[in-house]
């Protein structure tokens, strides 16, 4: 399987800072790799796929960038509605799909 | 507008086997795309568990592949998750999701059903 790493475990920031999510794959997944956003008691929502497209509807704050093993979500201005727990997920390989740890972005 | 509801019995006895239906409105599991199931324990990560198309091709993840069957009946436009020989380990809050057509990544959800495998 291949491995996904995501850091840190956790995070406290401001409203309005600037902040970076990194996530680590154990081998080259080329630009396969998607981020999800994750509130209490709701599923997953996507945000960003292959690395750094935009889903919609998401806002322009939030950015995906890497490739091969290591990528990362910046999200440029944190607002009140971005404090959540965010996942990576490889879809390189298409029989085995694997998801980070997560990240959990908490209220400084 | 695509939306998935999860629905089953919440609880199921160690060793029983564990059962969800993901019903799909707004579009079709004709669509050629593929449809996964993901659990969650309480206060812990995603596992992607596997995946079916609409012609009943799965893919399993491998450590659970001896124990899970997933399913599609197009007539009802549902998606089924079987798992047996269930443990605690097995507690989880079970999602199904779409695999985005055009788009990497799963991009419609459920809401999710937390099944708890207890006695």
């Known amino acids: 399987d291949i491995q996904m790493t995501q850091s840190p475990s956790s995070l406290s920031a401001s409203v309005g800072d600037r902040v970076t999510l990194t996530c680590r794959a154990s081998l080259n997944i080329k630009k396969y790799l998607n981020w999800y956003q994750q509130k209490p008691g709701k599923a997953p929502k996507l945000l960003i796929y292959?690395?750094?497209n935009l889903q919609d509807g998401v806002p322009s704050r939030f950015s995906g960038s890497g490739s091969g093993t290591d990528f990362t979500l910046t999200i440029s201005s944190l607002q009140p509605e971005d404090f959540a727990t965010y996942f990576c997920?490889?879809?390189?390989?298409?029989?085995?799909?694997?998801f980070g740890q997560g990240t959990k972005l908490e209220i400084k | 507008q695509v939306q998935l509801q999860e629905s089953g019995p919440g609880l199921v006895k160690p060793s029983g086997t564990l059962s969800v239906t993901c019903t799909v409105s707004?579009?079709?599991?004709?669509?050629?795309?593929?449809w996964s199931w993901v659990r969650q324990p309480p206060g812990k990560g995603l596992e992607w568990l596997g995946e079916?198309?609409?012609?009943?091709?799965?893919n399993y993840s491998p450590s659970l592949k001896s124990r899970v069957t997933m399913s599609v009946d197009k007539s009802k436009n549902q998606l089924s998750l079987k798992l047996n020989s269930v443990t605690a380990a097995d507690t989880a809050m079970y999602f199904c999701?779409?695999?985005?057509?055009?788009?990497?990544?799963?991009?419609?959800w459920g809401q999710g059903i937390l099944v708890t495998v207890s006695s």
């Open positions: 707004g579009d079709s599991l004709s669509r050629s795309t593929w």
């Open positions: 997920q490889q879809t390189y390989d298409t029989l085995m799909y694997t």
């Open positions: 292959t690395t750094s």
């Open positions: 999701a779409r695999a985005g057509v055009g788009v990497g990544g799963f991009d419609y």
């Open positions: 079916v198309f609409h012609s009943g091709n799965t």
